[in-house]
């Protein structure tokens, strides 16, 4: 069994989001994905709109995803990777290279965002209507 592991914030869940969940599991046949917990997301300098428990429930319902585990720091991919057998990391290109240590323990692919959507850009858009009224 091939399996495959992403990483994300996943707030407000969108195409882009989703795209990226599809493109991820069609790479193998399996696919966890490690959801940033809301204590790591402010390290990240992120505030999800969602919660963490959410943002978990959420993804457990979409069916490219088989797994849902908590992403807490910066520092646990290796251990991911080899603590539940990965052969492939996928990440969007927006990341592109930062994670390159991790071809010492598995594949590597970053594939390219959906252009126009992003979780800031829907708070922004929402935020830019609440203000207009
Ligand atoms: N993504 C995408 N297209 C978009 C928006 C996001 O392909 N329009 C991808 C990102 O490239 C990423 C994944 O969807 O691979 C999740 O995006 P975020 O929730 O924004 O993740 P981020 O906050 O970048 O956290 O350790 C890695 C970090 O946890 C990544």
Request: glycine share 6%.
């Amino acid at each position: 069994m091939k399996k495959v592991i992403t990483y994300g914030t996943f707030d407000l869940l969108h195409k882009g989001h989703i795209r990226l969940l599809k493109r991820a599991k069609a790479l193998g046949d399996h696919l966890t994905v490690c959801v940033s917990t809301d204590e790591f997301n402010a390290l990240k300098g992120k505030k999800a709109y969602t919660p963490y428990a959410d943002r978990k429930y959420i993804l457990e319902a979409v069916k490219y995803v088989d797994e849902v585990i908590p992403e807490k720091n910066w520092d646990q991919k290796i251990s991911d990777v080899v603590d539940n057998d990965i052969d492939i990391f996928v990440m969007g290109d927006d990341w592109k290279g930062k994670f390159d240590f991790l071809k010492d323990y598995c594949e590597v692919i970053y594939l390219p965002r959906t252009e126009g959507i992003s979780s800031t850009k829907i708070k922004h858009d929402l935020g830019m209507q609440v203000n207009a009224k």
